[in-house]
């Protein structure tokens, strides 16, 4: 006979993500009385579903602008909002594959003799995971051999994705914590917006989508990788993804490194018997009161960025003319990070005012693995001059193809979401300026986003968007996100960011409506009727 139902697993089967807010508006009335006791705000998700449209921003953009000497006047607005490290075109390598990206990590750890910094939503379980932690291993061990150890390891997860499951990221890496507690940093970090009522009810894997770190930045000594890619198999293998090298960048690694380590240290820490908990004098992001939290998280971070800044306004007023012209400083970065749930908004504002600026003389190549547009971004699309040519992942490609549960609808609800885009483009009468374009590959899903953005005058991209941000309502909302524009004058960087562009593009075919039509596209009703109240949250 089986056993009856608990209260818990029958709050568990019927959970979508769509009742979270439900169970915010329950717990928030349930407690105000002890919440205003303890003067704390308990169980407010900070991003609603509603979205707010603000007014668009004025354009800047140099009329006329032709060829690469303009682009410093035509994008270096972007330091008014955040740093910006000029480095040498050369010291940057575009890598293609996701075998490449995992040797490339791997062949750096080995060699690391200060610092590894390794920032992901989570570090998966298999046997290719395993290889990878036992790189560190051996670095850690060689790094011991001297009388004074100094190799760091600094791992930043997500709470929730790192400690699903009983084999989870915790368990592949307590045994370096174990073994190399001086040396050894895990930081878990837990969404402000996931406590109270909300905590209790709602199961694991669904907890997820209330908000998570999802930042993919991997640091070796003074080189970095950033990318969307997490550290798992799949991403070794057979997830297609972007990911650019930068090589012997100390500024932007010093960066990272720092942006990470603060994000760290308002988390929650890992320890060698598996317990966690804070850094001495912090907020606890779900017991300790919600404002509280976040303007202390909020001030930690952007100490990083303004301290950064303050740096280079000194360098600029000190620094002397490059002096080494054979390895001139052709290449801008400026990383942009986004951490609505603290407060911190850097990388919409720049995403917003360069979508405003694309004009007639640029086309923008658009790609997200999960074709999910903000408001925001869809207006400022639909209204531009500029052509946009963007890329997302047909159904078969779709990272929750195949799922079990309500998951394995995932793949429709994007669909029906691409579908309805195409239908305002065809209402507009912009089909000949967007064009949507759908990859596949064979034993292959798609994980990619970003873009690559053309002006007139040059024939390769001058501009790259990377890193961990969908364009969508999680990555500006709910999640912590980082990425860098890339704006360089560099050829031989063009011409490898135009291959990748290109060789992306070149495993898609273009939709039409006659796409939509075919079975395999069909959506189930009950799938478009629940897609306006869950698209928020995947």
């Given at each position: 006979?089986?056993?009856?139902?608990?209260?818990?697993?029958?709050?568990?089967?019927?959970?979508?993500?769509?009742?979270?807010?439900?169970?915010?508006?329950?717990?928030?009335?349930?407690?105000?009385?002890?919440?205003?006791?303890?003067?704390?705000?308990?169980?407010?998700?900070?991003?609603?579903?509603?979205?707010?449209?603000?007014?668009?921003?004025?354009?800047?953009?140099?009329?006329?602008?032709?060829?690469?000497?303009?682009?410093?006047?035509?994008?270096?607005?972007?330091?008014?909002?955040?740093?910006?490290?000029?480095?040498?075109?050369?010291?940057?390598?575009?890598?293609?594959?996701?075998?490449?990206?995992?040797?490339?990590?791997?062949?750096?750890?080995?060699?690391?003799?200060?610092?590894?910094?390794?920032?992901?939503?989570?570090?998966?379980?298999?046997?290719?995971?395993?290889?990878?932690?036992?790189?560190?291993?051996?670095?850690?061990?060689?790094?011991?051999?001297?009388?004074?150890?100094?190799?760091?390891?600094?791992?930043?997860?997500?709470?929730?994705?790192?400690?699903?499951?009983?084999?989870?990221?915790?368990?592949?890496?307590?045994?370096?914590?174990?073994?190399?507690?001086?040396?050894?940093?895990?930081?878990?970090?837990?969404?402000?917006?996931?406590?109270?009522?909300?905590?209790?009810?709602?199961?694991?894997?669904?907890?997820?989508?209330?908000?998570?770190?999802?930042?993919?930045?991997?640091?070796?000594?003074?080189?970095?990788?950033?990318?969307?890619?997490?550290?798992?198999?799949?991403?070794?293998?057979?997830?297609?993804?972007?990911?650019?090298?930068?090589?012997?960048?100390?500024?932007?690694?010093?960066?990272?490194?720092?942006?990470?380590?603060?994000?760290?240290?308002?988390?929650?820490?890992?320890?060698?018997?598996?317990?966690?908990?804070?850094m001495e004098g912090m907020v606890h992001p779900y017991k300790g009161n919600r404002a509280d939290f976040s303007t202390s998280a909020q001030r930690r971070i952007m100490e990083v960025v303004g301290a950064a800044r303050v740096r280079q306004n000194m360098s600029e007023c000190t620094d002397a003319p490059d002096s080494d012209v054979t390895v001139p400083n052709d290449t801008w970065i400026f990383p942009l990070v986004q951490m609505k749930p603290l407060g911190i908004h850097l990388d919409e504002q720049v995403t917003k005012r360069l979508l405003t600026e694309a004009g007639d003389d640029c086309v923008v190549y658009l790609t997200s693995g999960y074709f999910n547009l903000t408001k925001t971004y869809m207006q400022l699309v639909l209204g531009a001059d500029a052509d946009y040519r963007i890329l997302m992942a047909s159904p078969e490609v779709n990272g929750f193809f195949g799922a079990k549960g309500v998951a394995g609808a995932i793949p429709e609800a994007y669909v029906h979401i691409a579908r309805q885009f195409y239908n305002k483009v065809c209402q507009l009468g912009q089909e000949r300026r967007i064009h949507l374009h759908e990859y596949y590959r064979d034993d292959w899903t798609f994980h990619a986003k970003g873009l690559w953005y053309y002006v007139r005058g040059i024939n390769r991209p001058c501009l790259t968007l990377i890193g961990s941000p969908n364009f969508g309502y999680r990555s500006v909302h709910r999640d912590l996100e980082a990425q860098i524009a890339i704006v360089t004058e560099n050829e031989e960087l063009q011409v490898q960011l135009q291959q990748e562009q290109e060789m992306l593009y070149k495993s898609s075919t273009e939709v039409s409506n006659s796409t939509f039509n075919q079975p395999d596209r069909y959506v189930k009703l009950w799938v478009k009727l629940v897609t306006p109240f869950i698209k928020n949250f995947f």
């Open positions: 006979m089986a056993a009856p139902m608990t209260w818990k697993r029958l709050v568990f089967s019927v959970y979508t993500p769509a009742f979270s807010w439900v169970f915010t508006r329950i717990s928030d009335r349930f407690l105000r009385t002890h919440d205003r006791r303890r003067g704390s705000t308990v169980l407010l998700l900070a991003p609603l579903l509603a979205e707010t449209d603000p007014s668009p921003l004025a354009s800047s953009r140099p009329p006329g602008f032709t060829g690469v000497d303009g682009l410093h006047t035509r994008f270096h607005w972007m330091a008014d909002h955040v740093p910006a490290f000029r480095v040498p075109g050369g010291h940057i390598r575009v890598l293609h594959s996701p075998d490449e990206f995992y040797q490339a990590m791997k062949a750096r750890i080995k060699t690391a003799k200060s610092r590894v910094v390794m920032a992901s939503l989570y570090l998966g379980t298999g046997p290719l995971e395993q290889d990878l932690v036992d790189c560190m291993e051996e670095a850690l061990e060689r790094s011991q051999a001297k009388d004074a150890p100094d190799l760091k390891v600094d791992f930043l997860l997500d709470y929730t994705r790192g400690s699903r499951g009983k084999h989870n990221s915790r368990t592949m890496l307590l045994p370096l914590l174990q073994r190399f507690p001086e040396q050894m940093r895990v930081s878990l970090y837990h969404t402000p917006d996931l406590r109270g009522l909300l905590r209790l009810l709602v199961p694991e894997r669904f907890n997820e989508t209330i908000g998570v770190q999802h930042i993919k930045a991997y640091l070796f000594d003074n080189s970095l990788i950033i990318s969307g890619a997490n550290l798992s198999d799949s991403y070794f293998t057979n997830r297609q993804d972007r990911y650019v090298l930068l090589e012997d960048c100390e500024e932007v690694a010093d960066f990272f490194a720092d942006l990470v380590g603060a994000v760290g240290d308002v988390s929650l820490q890992l320890r060698p018997d598996d317990s966690v908990d804070m």
